[in-house]
């Protein structure tokens, strides 16, 4: 996957974990396992 989509898709899945569990409580680690 090109450099450019895997941003796109860790930024996406970002932003629905900081909507699900704020970002205080979101960390790399569920972001990095949901992409």
């Known amino acids: ?3 450019a ?3 796109q898709q860790m930024m ?5 974990v900081f909507a699900e ?3 205080a ?3 790399m ?3 990095a396992e949901r992409v």
């Open 1 to 3: 996957m090109p450099r």
């Open 5 to 7: 989509d895997r941003e």
């Open 12 to 16: 996406t899945v970002a932003e629905a």
């Open 21 to 23: 569990r704020g970002y």
């Open 25 to 27: 409580a979101s960390s």
């Open 29 to 31: 680690d569920e972001i």
